[in-house]
Nanobody, 124 residues
Framework: VQLQASGGGLVQAGDSLRLSCTAF?????MGWFRQAPGKEREFVSV????????SYSDSVKGRFTISRDNAKGTVDLQMNHLKPEDTAVYFC?????????????????????WGQGTQVTVSS
């Protein structure tokens, strides 16, 4: 299984970016995580299999929006009002298989497949 993340870049504080992850055929909860230099990987957002449940970290709530298009096999992360502290490598990930349609884990250990990451840099 290959997850391909794209959409990262260098932007200024207050700008927006849209990350996209291609995960065609994966009927699983999908999440976004990020890792800043010298820090551990942290949860950003997750969306359940049929988009019935989403969750966000407190640091991005109200600024980021996760969505998915199962027909296209994509999971997007719209990031608005970016801050310098959002600078990190962003990873998309597919959760372990679970029959619960509301399954939307926030722990990295609950994820089976990971993309290669895309760099987001926000300058002040």
């Amino acid at each position: 299984v290959q997850l391909q993340a794209s959409g990262g870049g260098l932007v200024q504080a207050g700008d927006s970016l849209r990350l996209s992850c291609t995960a065609f055929g994966l009927d699983r909860a999908m999440g976004w995580f990020r890792q800043a230099p010298g820090k551990e990987r942290e949860f950003v957002s997750v969306i359940s299999r049929r988009s019935s449940r989403t969750s966000y970290s407190d640091s991005v709530k109200g600024r980021f929006t996760i969505s998915r298009d199962n027909a296209k096999g994509t999971v997007d992360l719209q990031m608005n009002h970016l801050k310098p502290e959002d600078t990190a490598v962003y990873f998309c990930a597919a959760a372990s298989a679970n029959p619960n349609m509301l399954y939307a884990p926030v722990r990295a250990t609950s994820y089976t497949y990971w993309g290669q990451g895309t760099q987001v840099t926000v300058s002040s």
